[in-house]
């Protein structure tokens, strides 16, 4: 009887560096992808449909970043398992993924055999931390991560909704586009803008961008658009 392999669903914008993770993950007899998101809200329904054992994400995706495409995830398919890749490596972005209840992060830097051993733990149901992401968290919150389970994500200060429209005026998109996107009415977009504005303590549009590029929900080439 041949081994069950391991389903692994990509979500990372960058068609060039899905291709090479999927190149690479067929190298190995244990994996099978069995799915790939260009952002982060097709990374959902595509988790919801499919229902595979581990999701490798990227952070800084289109639509919907990676972070609460996580949270998503795991509130609709609790078994699935998601190992984050970022780009990154200062402590602010270490800490924003601990908290998203993925349970593997890191660097995109890192080699084949690293990622494939990062999805090996993760299946098997325990947390995975790649050497240089170890060395950023403080020792009592990596010293709870390697006891193994899944850290519990801490409540978001947003809602889930308010992250999607944060995340689209970051990304310059009107309020009509926006209530086109999410299905939605116009009003309710403003009202959430309102309570973003409110919530993060911010000013206007471009307090919003510099924030969302600071916490790597939105990629710093984003265009600051005043609207």
Do not use: C, W
Not at 63 to 87: D, F, K, M, Y
Not at 128 to 140: E, Q, R, S, V
């Amino acid at each position: 009887m041949s081994k069950k392999r391991i389903t692994v669903l990509l979500a990372e914008d960058h068609t060039v560096v899905r291709e090479g993770f999927r190149r690479l993950l067929r190298l190995e007899d244990d994996f099978e992808v069995v799915g790939e998101a260009e952002d982060g809200r097709q990374a959902v329904d595509m988790v919801k449909k499919l229902r595979p054992a581990v999701v490798v994400m990227d952070i800084a995706m289109p639509r919907l970043n990676g972070l609460e495409a996580t949270r998503q995830i795991l509130r609709a398919v609790p078994s699935t398992r998601i190992l984050i890749l970022t780009a990154h490596s200062d402590d602010a972005y270490v800490k924003n993924a601990t908290e998203s209840g993925a349970v593997g992060f890191l660097l995109k830097q890192a080699s084949a055999r690293v990622l494939s051993e990062g999805i090996r733990e993760v299946n098997k149901g325990n947390v995975f931390l790649g050497p240089f992401i170890a060395k950023l968290l403080p020792d009592t919150e990596r010293k709870s991560l390697d006891r193994g389970g899944r850290p519990k994500p801490r409540k978001a200060g947003l809602t889930s909704r308010e992250m999607e429209v944060f995340q689209l005026i970051a990304e310059g998109k009107a309020n009509k586009q926006i209530a086109a996107e999410l299905s939605i009415g116009m009003k309710t977009v403003e009202r959430h803008r309102e309570h973003l504005i409110e919530k993060l303590n911010l000013h206007g549009t471009a307090g919003l961008t510099r924030h969302a590029i600071s916490a790597g929900i939105v990629e710093s080439s984003v265009q600051l658009t005043i609207v």
